[in-house]
T-cell receptor, first 114, second 113 residues
Framework: DQQVKQNSPSLSVQEGRISILNCDHT??????FLWYKKYPAEGPTFLIS?????DKNEDGRFTVFLNKSAKHLSLHIVPSQPGDSAVYFC?????????????FGKGTKLTVNP | ETGVTQSPTHLIKTRGQQVTLRCSSQ?????VSWYQQALGQGPQFIFQ???????GRGNFPPRFSGLQFPNYSSELNVNALELDDSALYLC????????????FGPGTRLTVL
């Protein structure tokens, strides 16, 4: 049962344009959401997060939007750069069984073409 | 400030064997989480240790076990290896607070033949 879903395995955009990566979840217990970026042969690197009490969080070129009622979040990268090419994981956090754990989606491979 | 390190980088084992993977936390972090990332999948939570005690466990059988040491480094042990255990094993350390960022190591690639 995939609680965090990233339905697009890959996305290709031109340098300078906007990249939009989407994520859906199915568990109302999740109240904190994160995006990680992963390059080959490296561990995931934290990008940006958002609490369920907010609907937007911005950090430089990266903005995360949360639609709590739709259980949907998206990551916007503007402008996209070739160095942004990586696999992006959406993760959700919530207390379950007295402890907290991160649940990850399967990832979306972003390719930014020069 | 040193980052999260893991050893070994790669490992090949045969079915039925046992394996120990190691993780050194980022300086100042007292919480370590372990994840299994199978090919084409996202990281899947195995368990978390906070100040040497297990503090949450994912849907993994008891043959997956762990330890956290007083210096907050950690081990993941897997007994009776199965072919499906082949994966990238990631550890992540954090300060333990609710919204503290988890910092990941580069992972150990385990292949079970």
């Amino acid at each position: 049962d995939q609680q965090v879903k990233q339905n697009s395995p890959s996305l290709s955009v031109q340098e300078g344009r906007i990249s939009i990566l989407n994520c859906d979840h199915t568990n109302s217990m999740f109240d904190y959401f994160l995006w990680y970026k992963k390059y080959p042969a490296e561990g995931p690197t934290f990008l940006i997060s958002i609490s369920s009490i907010k609907d937007k969080n911005e950090d430089g070129r990266f903005t995360v939007f949360l639609n709590k009622s739709a259980k949907h979040l998206s990551l916007h990268i503007v402008p996209s750069q070739p160095g942004d090419s990586a696999v992006y994981f959406c993760a959700a956090s919530g207390y379950q069984g007295g402890s907290e754990k991160l649940v990850f989606g399967k990832g979306t491979k972003l390719t930014v073409n020069p | 400030e040193t980052g999260v390190t893991q050893s070994p980088t790669h490992l090949i084992k045969t079915r039925g064997q046992q394996v120990t993977l190691r993780c050194s936390s980022q300086s100042g972090h007292n919480t370590v989480s372990w994840y299994q990332q199978a090919l084409g999948q996202g990281p899947q939570f195995i368990f978390q240790y906070y100040r040497e005690e297990e503090n949450g466990r994912g849907n993994f059988p008891p043959r997956f076990s762990g330890l956290q040491f007083p210096n907050y480094s950690s081990e993941l042990n897997v007994n009776a290896l199965e072919l499906d255990d082949s994966a990238l094993y990631l550890c992540a350390s954090s300060g333990g607070g609710r919204t503290d960022t988890q910092y990941f190591g580069p992972g150990t690639r385990l292949t079970v033949l």
